[in-house]
């Protein structure tokens, strides 16, 4: 759907977004990660003479800096990656503002995050370059931001490129006027003019002259997009548009119909290449199916989830996602590894599992689980931004390339089943070799196709993809299932060994709150699988939200912080940020949504509590009292010049989709009219977007649960083993509305509900459960059995 022609200058825009009230510019665009990157990616696939002639691309091996300039002191790993660039930047501070002020220069801002793979070649070819940079240092303030550390500033200035230039990406490069208003912008731009693209010392070049010889044309230029952003943001609810009872049911049946027909019936996912996971998406197909009872919806979420488990998407030697696939069929991608992909996808594996009871999604699940204790974990309990997509192919090498540390030549497995034959028992290396080729779908010569490897970083190699399936496998060798499993398991583990002494690539030890929200949501959500892994997957649940109170949680001001920084995976180091960034929307509307799942999980009131308390902040800060839904950002922050509402769930959802299903759940669990009536305002504030389950996948899912109602599982009994038991079995089941209150007799002053305390009674003295849809009740249950059976009955769909 979305196509892009250079990462310079391209108009794209959605063919659904053209039925939005004027009023609603922002949402003419769709904007998320996956447009951001489709331009990047198409020029990748469409353009590969450009980027051959480029340096091989990547960072060096570090050496002794000639330069240090103001971003030594920061945090920010990606900031520290340009600390000795010649260009003279500056952080996001006053000091470069007064500066700007002082000497009458505009401000070049450049925004990206460290495993950023065209953030780390326009670094190389420009900012490193001393003669770019004295073209910089002459004409410019240069001002860094790290988009990950101020989600805020990066979105404020996304916004005005896409309005300009209709796409965006990373590195995200924009002109300023000292007091911070934008008058141009673009992504990246190579040193050098290539068909059709200026020379980043043009555009420098050409602009600076601009500011002295035409000063007002240019600001006329910015100032214009600036009133139409602010006017969007400053506008009230669409009466006519406004959800009426029924309306659910109605942009339900149109979401599904948009689904249908962009789903890929080949290689599952929706749309062409590139493509992401997009996991709002399937949580909402996910809902749809339960509502609607259309097998089809299941089984496009199901094989969707099937194909990127099986595709290069997979780390299948160890385990974790990387960002998006360039390929249509899932196999060649974008080889960084993003904390957010992780704990959302952990979460969709796990309802998968829970819906249909299949090993194979379990698996993924746990091997994400596995990935991020090892590779990913702060000592103390918090979790990393991600992994680069560039590394050093070998200790000896000086570049980094994309992929190295991840695709595999053909002899390299071959000699490393070699050297560990032992570990094969009775089957010979050769053997081995030969089930595992066939079975990932290696070649001799490699497996990347040249047209989707622009740069050739990835030629003679392989990406580990199953084209087939394991029954295939074990046909075509005349094997038994219960032989190749332990065999493709050793396999895996030797080259994952072997990978290991590999160099590594870059961490971004940045420890942000609220992905570290997504990933206590599919932590927790693991935890709920009732697997023999469950105390594992919990004590590290709580170790998380242990130190997320502890770490990014202000306790006297109860503020959230955006995040803290640690040094390694084996490292106890912990700091934080000299400049205190606050938390933002997302930053609590995930870490809420997080702490609502770890209190199912674990049936932990202060969980429970802390999320009100987070609510409340959040409510406070970030809440539009006149016209409804959430602010990004807070009132008043210092140098934010609009404050902008999102309004698309991409990559990761909004914090406006999250806080809506956040808000209809604390009603119910504390009681409290005046959270739902929050959450109908919010909803109708977007209720013009159109076709609104597409741009708002997850928010339709809280609508869903907004006009259907929620359900209600009441265990009442002491704390027994039985009344765990109940508990337990209630967990397995993917509900997406589901309430668990335990009301304990010997005990009803801890009840948050009091209602619900008074109201529900033990039967003939057994623990007792009470089943409740939209505050309607089936009869009690006092046996475990019959329990499971009535949840079987509506909430498990056995695979065929």
């Known amino acids: 759907m979305f196509r892009g022609k250079t990462l310079c200058q391209t108009w794209i825009r959605s063919a659904f977004a053209f039925t939005a009230p004027q009023k609603q510019l922002q949402r003419s665009w769709l904007i998320d990660e996956q447009l951001l990157n489709r331009s990047r990616a198409s020029i990748a696939q469409t353009q590969q003479h450009l980027f051959r002639g480029m340096a091989t691309g990547g960072e060096t091996k570090a050496q002794s800096p000639k330069h240090v300039n103001r971003l030594a002191a920061s945090k920010s790993p990606y900031l520290l990656q340009h600390a000795h660039n010649p260009v003279d930047w500056y952080p996001w501070c006053e000091e470069a503002f007064e500066r700007a002020r002082t000497e009458n220069k505009l401000i070049f801002l450049s925004v990206g995050y460290s495993t950023c793979h065209w ?33 805020d500033i990066d979105k404020v200035y996304m916004q005005f490129l896409l309005m300009s230039k209709g796409s965006g990406g990373w590195p995200m ?73 029924g309306s659910a049911d109605a942009k339900l049946a149109e979401a599904l119909t948009v689904h249908k027909q962009r789903f890929d019936q080949e290689h599952a996912g929706f749309g062409r290449e590139p493509k992401f996971p997009e996991v709002p998406r399937l949580n909402f197909l996910f809902h749809a199916y339960l509502v609607s009872k259309d097998v089809d919806v299941l089984d496009m979420v199901l094989q969707t989830l099937d194909h990127i488990g099986r595709g290069g998407i997979n780390d299948h030697i ?102 560990q034959q032992a570990r094969f028992n009775d089957v010979s290396p050769a053997r081995v070799f030969e089930i595992y080729c066939f079975h990932y779908g290696m ?56 990978r290991d002494q590999r160099p590594r690539p870059h961490l971004d030890t940045k420890i942000i709150c609220g992905w570290n929200g997504l990933v206590l949501s599919g932590l927790s959500k693991l935890a709920n699988c009732g697997t023999d892994k469950r105390d594992a997957y919990l004590a590290t649940a709580k170790q998380l939200v242990e130190f997320l109170r502890t770490h990014l949680y202000d306790g006297e001001q109860k503020l959230l912080l955006r995040s803290c920084y640690g040094a390694g995976v084996q490292d106890n180091t912990l700091e934080q940020n000299p400049t205190r960034i606050e938390g933002f929307l997302d930053d609590y509307a995930f870490l809420v949504k997080g702490l609502l799942d770890y209190y199912k999980a674990s049936l932990d009131m202060s969980a429970l509590h802390w999320a009100k308390e987070l609510q409340v902040t959040q409510d406070k800060l970030f809440w539009d009292e006149k016209n409804g839904a959430y602010f990004f950002s807070q009132q008043n922050a210092p140098n934010v010049i609009v404050r902008l509402k999102e309004d698309h769930d991409g990559a990761e959802p909004c914090g406006n989709s999250v806080a809506a299903r956040n808000l209809t759940l604390l009603s119910h669990y504390f009681d409290e009219g005046t959270y739902l009536k929050r959450a109908a305002k919010l909803l109708n504030y977007f209720a013009d977007v159109s076709p609104f389950g597409h741009a708002l996948p997850e928010m339709l899912s809280a609508l869903l649960l907004h006009e259907n109602g929620l359900d209600l599982v009441a265990v009442v009994g002491p704390d027994s083993p039985d009344t765990k038991r109940f508990v337990e079995i209630v967990r397995k089941f993917y509900v997406p509305g589901m309430l668990i209150v335990h009301c304990d007799p010997q005990h009803p002053d801890d009840a948050c509900n009091q209602r619900l305390q008074q109201k529900f009674k033990m039967v003939n003295g057994k623990t007792t459960v009470y089943i409740c849809h939209d505050r309607v009740c089936r009869m009690p249950v006092t046996d475990p059995a019959q329990l499971e059976e009535n949840l079987m009955a509506n909430f498990f769909k056995e695979r065929i």
């Open 173 to 245: 490069s924009v002109w300023l006027t000292p007091d911070l208003a934008p008058l141009a912008a673009g992504t990246y731009f190579p040193p050098k003019a290539r068909y059709g693209m200026p020379s980043f010392t043009m555009v420098l070049e050409s602009i600076a002259k601009k500011w002295q010889t035409d000063r007002t044309s240019l600001k006329k230029a910015g100032s214009t997009l600036m009133e139409a952003m602010r006017t969007n943001q400053n506008a009230g609810t669409d009466g006519e548009a406004a959800f009426e009872p």
């Open 318 to 419: 160890f385990g974790g996602f990387a960002r998006y696939a360039t390929t249509r069929d899932w196999h060649n991608v974008h080889f960084e590894k993003m904390l957010y992909d992780q704990g959302q996808l952990m979460a969709a594996y796990a309802n998968a599992y829970k819906l249909t009871r299949s090993k194979e999604f379990l698996g993924y699940a746990d091997r994400i689980y596995e990935y991020l204790i090892k590779d990913l974990r702060h000592p103390a309990g918090g979790f990393y931004a991600g992994e680069d997509a560039d590394s050093l192919p070998t200790h000896e090498d000086t570049v980094k390339v994309e992929g190295a540390f991840y695709a595999w030549t053909w002899d390299e497995v071959k000699k490393a089943f070699e050297a």
């Open 119 to 151: 953030c780390h070649v326009m670094e190389h070819e420009s900012f490193e370059d001393a003669d770019t940079a004295a073209v910089m240092n002459k004409h410019f303030v240069n001002i860094k931001v790290d988009r990950e550390e101020r989600p």
């Open 443 to 498: 070649k001799p010569a490699g497996n990347v196709p040249p047209g989707s490897d622009p740069h050739g970083h990835l030629t003679g190699k392989n990406i580990l993809i199953v084209r087939g399936s394991e029954e295939d496998t074990c046909s075509n060798f005349n094997m038994e299932m219960a032989q190749l499993s332990p065999l493709l398991e050793t396999a895996n583990d030797i080259l994952h060994k072997v």
